[in-house]
């Protein structure tokens, strides 16, 4: 099994910025692809921004420009910087991680005020 552990949620107004941090431990061998998603009220799971593990990005077009996803492979963490942020960013954030398997943390509140 892997445990994946987020932290950095948080409370902020727009504009603002926030950190969100993944650390992924147990059973690892290879993780493939690592990455985020939110989930807002009333709305389904979208992708966020991932990154592969040779640094290959893909974001959803609402948050480019503004969100930026990092890994580091040694420490097996996946990082997402939020700057600009808007209230529609307000959601649950998961991270995700892809090995034998697809791992989720158990999300961690974000929220944005106008």
């Known amino acids: 099994q892997v445990q994946l552990v987020e932290s950095g949620g948080g409370l902020v107004q727009a504009g603002g910025s926030l950190r969100l941090s993944c650390a992924a431990s147990?059973?690892?061998?290879?993780?493939?692809?690592m990455g985020w998603y939110r989930q807002a009220p009333g709305k389904q799971r979208e992708l966020v921004a991932i990154?592969?593990?040779?640094?290959?990005?893909n974001y959803a077009d609402s948050v480019k420009g503004r969100f930026t996803v990092s890994r580091d492979n040694a420490k097996n963490t996946v990082t997402l910087q939020m700057n600009s942020l808007k209230p529609e960013d307000t959601a649950v954030y998961y991270c995700?991680?892809?090995?034998?398997?697809?791992?989720w943390g158990q999300g961690t509140q974000v929220t944005v005020s106008s």
């Open positions: 990154i592969s593990s040779g640094g290959m990005t």
């Open positions: 147990g059973s690892i061998f290879s993780i493939n692809v």
């Open positions: 995700n991680v892809r090995t034998y398997g697809s791992f």
